[in-house]
């Protein structure tokens, strides 16, 4: 079969039910944590997951989210608040999360989402519910 460059071959979306999940250490947690099935040996993968999160904690802890694809880390994404006057993030940053991955073949790849405290204290809350992961697939 002949693909055009960048044509979408397959478009996968999974979604969640494990509720509100909690991190509070600096240990990296999963929470997405897919199979998928390429169907070309020879394609880039498309890797986006979405969520809804809070964070509580004092102004100091820094957190980060990471895409993972066979135990590998593709992309991540930090928050550090900046402690000075008008200074600050406490949203939007660690989620959405997405990059492109160079597929090279059709073996299953084993997909994560993930996140952890960098330092100081705090809590990070996930509604899986509300999220969603979804992988599309492009021939190259």
Partial sequence: MIFIDNQLLNTQF?????????NDNTSFMDFASVSYTPV???SKLLIEYHAAYTISSGMVSSWRSKLVIDGDQITW?????VTSEGGGTRSG???PISMVYTNSNIT?????AQAARLDAEGTLSVDTISAYLRV???AM
């Avoid at 994404?77 to 608040?81: A, H, I, K, S």
């Avoid at 299953?108 to 994560?112: D, F, G």
């Fill in 14 to 22: 999974y979604t969640f039910s494990d509720g509100v999940l909690i």
């Fill in 40 to 42: 070309s040996a020879t």
């Fill in 77 to 81: 994404r930090d928050q550090t608040p």
């Fill in 93 to 95: 940053v660690l989620f």
């Fill in 108 to 112: 299953a790849r084993t997909i994560k």
């Fill in 136 to 138: 599309s697939e492009f």
